[in-house]
């Protein structure tokens, strides 16, 4: 067996499960709080052994109180709160997170997390793309609007199981946004244009058995308007 054979067996056969080999072109968000390295580290490598692209977590390098130092920073130069995000620093690490998060396939929410880290998990779901929540045991504060999310997990075994079996797969919230993640990912799969639209339509009945009247008939304007779109 040759060097290449034998990494391509490593690969699909580390995990231990045959769709892992679905995940290989997928880059994952992961989402945390600076303070929580402890934990954001090792769910990285973890989840980089389940054969992805690429897991990205370089947000976390400037250590725990990097928010602190810049916030004291920026009132050493006499800079509101309002000024500071204006400033060069605010905005290219803005830019850096946000042009991550935008190349992203995935996100994975890693709590405790604080406000930051839920705008960002928001932009993922919002964009159509497939989001989930990894809590390290049971929370002490309950919150039902999690239930936005993809899935909940409560220990990584079961978020690699999943990321496994659907990690790749188009997102299945009902949603506006998806039709654009569903047309998307079907053309990565290397479906045709018209393929990919028939599909995006079977999504779409599927999608309006749930509305009625006046909702149904705004969907279904902008469901025609954004399948103008498709290309």
């Known amino acids: 067996m040759t060097k290449k054979n034998r990494q391509n067996e490593d690969r699909i056969i580390l995990p231990e499960q045959e769709g892992t080999i679905k995940l290989e072109d997928k880059v994952i968000y992961l989402i945390g709080s600076l303070k929580n390295r402890k934990l954001i580290t090792p769910l990285a490598k973890e989840l980089r ?18 928010d602190d130092f810049w916030r004291d920073y920026e009132k050493e130069k006499g800079r509101n709160y309002g000024e ?13 997170d946000s042009f991550h998060i935008e190349r ?8 405790p997390c604080g406000k930051s880290g839920h705008l960002e998990f928001g932009d993922i779901l919002g964009s159509g793309k497939r989001g989930y929540i990894l809590f390290n045991g049971e929370p002490e504060r309950w919150d039902v609007m999690y239930q ?30 998806n039709i654009f993640s569903w047309f998307n990912n079907a053309r990565n799969q290397g479906m045709n244009i018209a393929e990919a639209k028939k599909y995006v339509k079977d999504k779409i009945k599927e999608m309006m058995q749930d509305y009625r009247g006046y909702e149904k008939i705004a969907f279904q304007e ?7 779109l498709l290309k």
């Open 84 to 96: 500071a995000l204006k400033g060069w620093a605010g905005k290219h690490i803005y830019e850096f």
């Open 222 to 228: 902008r469901y025609t308007s954004a399948m103008e």
């Open 104 to 111: 992203a396939d995935l996100g994975i929410l890693c709590m």
């Open 49 to 66: 052994k389940l054969g992805v692209r690429e897991v990205f977590e370089d947000w976390i390098a400037p250590g725990p109180e990097a």
């Open 148 to 177: 936005f999310a993809d899935g909940i997990y409560f220990n990584k075994k079961e978020l690699k199981k999943e990321l496994i079996e659907n990690g790749w797969k188009p997102t299945e919230r009902k949603g506006f946004a």
